[in-house]
């Protein structure tokens, strides 16, 4: 069998095994290892920052309104410039910022979430976590960092829901898919047993009937999406969003 086919029966096996076991079997982020250096903070704040003087522009120049939908992550929702009007009616906000990863998510929160105070957020970031070093992270870790951010979400603001788009097994990391599947398999699982979260894979999509990449759906580096791909996101995204944002717009805040 191809590295290509994805294996189903593995991720299934996962699937089952988190959902039973994930409840405080990843430790506290200050239980593995503390916080980054304050040099390697200042260095990808430096990466950072152009974006979020945009974001500090454009918010100056139409000041969006709180209780929408929230795009935040990496750039694969960066580069989808075109979600606004995809998802239309909809409210959509994107402040998702290229090359984050789910640390950089906890450390810009009170920049990215919080002055926005989002109904809904839609969350894909962990893709560049997996990615990163000559060994990959444990998913686990990864994961504990995504569950960090929804709880404090859910402390700051209870009724907020999430949509987590499963991390992409994009043909530039065949040799990592393992490690995709266990930590989109964890948030699946978590998803699942946690009030106002949802799961969306958009794996299947971005596979041909032989389980093998589109390619077409690529740009030269095989991460990042042409346009064709973003019309198969909203395809499956835009539903779920459409039921999410109708139960929090008509559920009373408490």
């Given at each position: ?35 980054p250096s304050t040099t390697e903070a200042a260095k990808r704040w430096e990466r950072f920052e152009p974006e979020f003087v945009a974001f500090a522009a454009a918010d100056r120049s139409v000041a969006p309104e709180k209780g929408k939908i929230l795009f935040v992550g990496s750039s694969i929702f960066r580069k989808w410039t075109t979600v606004a009007e995809q998802m239309a ?166």
């Amino acid at each position: 069998m191809t590295p290509f086919f994805a294996p189903a029966l593995r991720v299934r096996l996962w699937v089952g095994l988190v959902g039973a076991l994930w409840i405080g079997s990843v430790a506290p982020a200050a239980e593995r290892g503390g916080k980054p250096s304050t040099t390697e903070a200042a260095k990808r704040w430096e990466r950072f920052e152009p974006e979020f003087v945009a974001f500090a522009a454009a918010d100056r120049s139409v000041a969006p309104e709180k209780g929408k939908i929230l795009f935040v992550g990496s750039s694969i929702f960066r580069k989808w410039t075109t979600v606004a009007e995809q998802m239309a009616p909809l409210p959509v906000l994107n402040r998702a910022f290229g090359g984050s990863r789910t640390p950089d998510l906890l450390a810009r929160f009170e920049q990215v979430v919080t002055p926005y105070a989002p109904k809904v957020i839609v969350y894909y970031c962990g893709s560049n976590d997996l990615k990163a070093g000559d060994v990959v992270e444990d998913p686990a870790a990864i994961f504990g960092r995504f569950r960090e951010f929804s709880e404090r979400v859910r402390t700051g603001s209870p009724d907020t829901r999430i949509i987590f788009v499963s991390s992409t097994r994009s043909p530039d990391r065949v040799e990592r898919w393992e490690q995709v599947d266990h930590y989109n398999a964890l948030a699946r699982a978590y998803c699942a047993a946690t009030p106002l979260h949802t799961f969306v894979d958009v794996n299947p999509v971005l596979v041909d009937a032989d389980g093998r990449p589109r390619l077409d759906l690529y740009v030269e580096d095989k991460l990042h999406f042409q346009p064709p791909a973003y019309v198969e996101f909203t395809r499956i995204i835009k539903p779920v969003l459409e039921r999410v944002w109708a139960e929090a717009s008509a559920s009373p805040a408490r």
